[in-house]
Nanobody
């Protein structure tokens, strides 16, 4: 079983910054990709950014140039630095991990964190 624990959400004024962290724990062989998704009230969950094992990053267009995702493979942790926050960034942010379970390369499973609220006031 893999557990993802998020931290770093909160309330910030427009133009401000927040840093989210997500740490994975449990028994697994490898994490292929970790990422952040968000869900605003009344909207579908959407991809924000992903960080792959090989260092590749991917961002949704609305956060490019403002958000930066990074990872620490030694700590199985991913970070999301959010700058120049806008009210439309307000949402619950969820951490996601694509994990190779077991003791060697083999089946993969998707895991989600419990979510952390980010609120940006205008």
């Amino acid at each position: 079983q893999v557990r993802l624990v998020e931290s770093g959400g909160g309330l910030v004024q427009a133009g401000g910054s927040l840093r989210l962290s997500c740490a994975a724990s449990g028994r697994f062989f490898s994490i292929l990709t970790m990422g952040w998704y968000r869900q605003a009230p009344g909207k579908q969950r959407e991809l924000v950014a992903t960080f792959s094992r090989n260092g590749t990053t991917n961002y949704t267009d609305s956060v490019k140039g403002r958000f930066t995702i990074s990872g620490d493979s030694a700590k199985d942790t991913v970070y999301l630095q959010m700058n120049s926050l806008k009210p439309e960034d307000t949402a619950v942010y969820y951490c996601n991990a694509d994990v190779v379970v077991g003791v060697t390369w083999g089946p993969r499973q998707d895991y989600w964190g419990q979510g952390t609220q980010v609120t940006v006031s205008s």
